[in-house]
Structure formats: C-alpha cells, structure tokens
C-alpha cells in the first residue's frame, strides 16, 4: 500500500441495543403510560361516571388493567 491509502476495514454488523426496559414480557420497552389503552380508557370512563361508588362498581375494570399492566412485566 503507498502513501495515503489505508488498509480495507472489515464490514461490521451493528445491532441495534435493546429499547431501554425491554423485559421478556415487554420486548419493546413500552413505557405504562402507552400500554393496555382500552382498559385503561374502561376504567377511568367508569370512575368518571360512578364517581364516589367507583371503587365497588368498577372493581372488575380495575382488576382487568391490572392483570393487562402485569402481563407486560409492570409492577402494580
């Protein structure tokens, strides 16, 4: 090689690093606030509309954004 000319550099495969919390139950990394947004919207739409009595009559909605959020490896 003369002067100036550098020696070929090996092509290198670059992966991406994983989404930051990334878990096996969430493998996209997906922040609580972006995920189970139908549950979430059924239970706040009941809070709004039973007010004082939501806490016993949305129980079930409760109990259904819970298990969607743990699912996806958030703690509840």
Known sequence: M????????PSQTV???AAVGSTAKNPNGLKPCCVCLETK????TCFF?????AETKCHYLIQAHRK???DLGFTV
């Open 15 to 17: 992966t991406p690093p």
């Open 49 to 53: 509309e039973k007010g004082d009595e």
């Open 41 to 44: 919207k059924a239970r706040d």
């Open 2 to 9: 003369g002067a100036g000319q550098s020696a070929p550099v």
């Open 68 to 70: 969607c959020m743990e």
